[in-house]
């Protein structure tokens, strides 16, 4: 069965870092393309950024390049984000995902969820 | 940014046809998804690619369209399938999503 689970969250200030982590199992880790999304409390979901299967090639949204990192071990079935200089509007659930097929953008597994928040 | 439009809410009762449209502000050609999330979950592919059924969802969804407007479909509607859905696309960068069409099952 395939699983992805987040852990990690939690609350931090205003100005802070924080790593986010999303470890996979009952899949070939190392086959597909892998996403972070979050979804503000009542708002819509965006998406954060990407990693291929090599970490050679990563990816960002432009409300996150510069303060986020994404990152990878295959050989821990693990992908991480590094949240660093954290603003109020970071506050949300963050997800891992699974990209279906290389480079189409649909994400069949979803992990459950990991909320941050961002507050003094 | 691409923009995807959605209707905010619907309601209909069980045993209806009901359809979620999503517009685009330009072109995605077929790189439309369709997704699923009830309260407290994480979202759940229905369709991708504009209209191929995820393996394990039901045949009463489908999904129709191309180039700047999509639909989702249920039919028939079931009470289970209260939630919000949300369409997003993948042929601009960066990827988007709409803003949700929560469905109310009278």
């Known amino acids: 069965e395939v699983q992805l689970v987040e852990s990690g969250g939690g609350l931090v200030q205003p100005g802070s870092s924080l790593k986010v982590s999303c470890v996979a199992s009952?899949?070939?880790?190392?086959?597909?393309?892998m996403h972070w999304f979050r979804q503000a409390p009542e708002n819509g979901i965006e998406w954060l950024a990407y990693?291929?299967?090599?970490?050679?090639?990563?990816h960002y949204a432009e409300t996150v390049k510069g303060r986020f990192t994404i990152s990878r071990d295959n050989a821990k079935n693990t992908v991480d984000m590094q949240l660093s200089s954290l603003r109020s509007e970071d506050t949300a659930m963050y997800f891992c995902?699974?990209?279906?097929?290389?480079?189409?953008?649909?994400?069949?597994?979803w992990g459950q969820g990991v909320m941050v928040t961002v507050s003094s | 940014d691409t923009v995807l439009t959605q209707s905010p809410a619907l309601a209909v009762s069980p045993g209806e046809r009901v359809t979620i449209s999503c517009r685009a502000s330009e072109s995605v050609s077929t790189l439309m998804h369709w997704y699923q999330q009830k309260p407290g979950q994480q979202p759940k592919l229905l369709i991708y690619l504009a209209s191929n059924l995820e393996s394990g969802v039901p045949a009463r969804f489908s999904g129709s369209g191309s180039g700047t407007d999509f639909t989702l479909t249920i039919d028939p509607v079931e009470a289970d399938d209260t939630a919000t859905y949300y369409c997003?696309?993948?042929?601009?960068?960066?990827?988007?999503f709409g803003s949700g069409t929560k469905l109310e099952i009278k």
């Open positions: 009952g899949f070939t880790f190392s086959s597909y393309v």
């Open positions: 997003q696309q993948s042929w601009n960068d960066p990827l988007t």
């Open positions: 995902a699974r990209e279906k097929y290389y480079y189409d953008g649909t994400f069949d597994y």
């Open positions: 990693i291929n299967t090599d970490s050679s090639s990563t």
